[in-house]
């Protein structure tokens, strides 16, 4: 049972233009949720994050909305850079409790 | 150190022998997780632990499975038997308060 769906298993944008990625959840029991950015043979780096209570998140050229009726949430980038090119987890939590839930992750490719 | 460590960073292995997963957390973590990703999946939690409390077993996905965490500190996750399923990047990841998670850059486990 997928909780948290990345739908779009890659994405390729030309630089300079908008990155959006997309994720879906089911469980609306999720009120924090996170994306997260991978490089190959590295760790997944913390990139944003949006509490339930809010609609949008931004830092810099990374914004994050939610959509709690919809059980949706995406990130922006705006302008996309060459460096952006990762693969981008969306995860999700429950309330106090710390265990993430992961997506699949979408790989982005950002091309000149 | 500055990071989340983990070793071995390649770890090849027969089908049936056991194995060890090393997590050095960042100092002053006071949780610390395991996820592993295999191949075209999602970061599938596995284990959590906090402090001195029980830790959350509820990912682990045989009794072959093991972790423990020494002293607050070092964790080891231990495969016993392992098979060819079990073959996947194995993640470890601390925090200080149980949210906001710092990756180490994972074990890749292969079974032969």
């Known amino acids: 049972d997928q909780q948290v769906k990345q739908n779009s298993p890659s994405l390729s944008v030309q630089e300079g233009r908008i990155s959006i990625l997309n994720c879906d959840y089911t469980n609306s029991m999720f009120d924090y949720f996170l994306w997260y950015k991978k490089y190959p043979a590295e760790g997944p780096t913390f990139l944003i994050s949006i509490s339930s209570i809010k609609d949008k998140n931004e830092d810099g050229r990374f914004t994050v909305f939610l959509n709690k009726s919809a059980k949706h949430l995406s990130l922006h980038i705006v302008p996309s850079q060459p460096g952006d090119s990762a693969v981008y987890f969306c995860a999700a939590s429950t309330g106090t409790a710390s265990k993430l839930t992961f997506g699949t992750g979408t790989r982005l490719q950002v091309t000149l | 150190g500055a990071g989340v460590s983990q070793s071995p960073s390649n770890k090849v292995t027969e089908k049936g022998k056991d194995v060890e997963l090393r997590c050095d957390p960042i100092s002053g973590h006071t949780a610390l997780y395991w996820y592993r990703q295999s191949l075209g999946q999602g970061l599938e939690f596995l284990i959590y632990?906090?402090?001195?409390?029980?830790?959350?077993k509820s990912g682990l996905p045989s009794d072959r499975f093991s972790a423990e965490r020494t002293g607050g500190s070092v964790s080891t996750l231990t495969i016993q038997r392992t098979q060819q399923e079990d073959s996947a990047v194995y993640l470890c990841a601390s925090s200080p308060t149980g949210k906001g998670y710092t990756f180490g850059s994972g074990t890749r486990l292969t079974v032969v």
């Open positions: 632990f906090q402090g001195n409390s029980a830790p959350d």
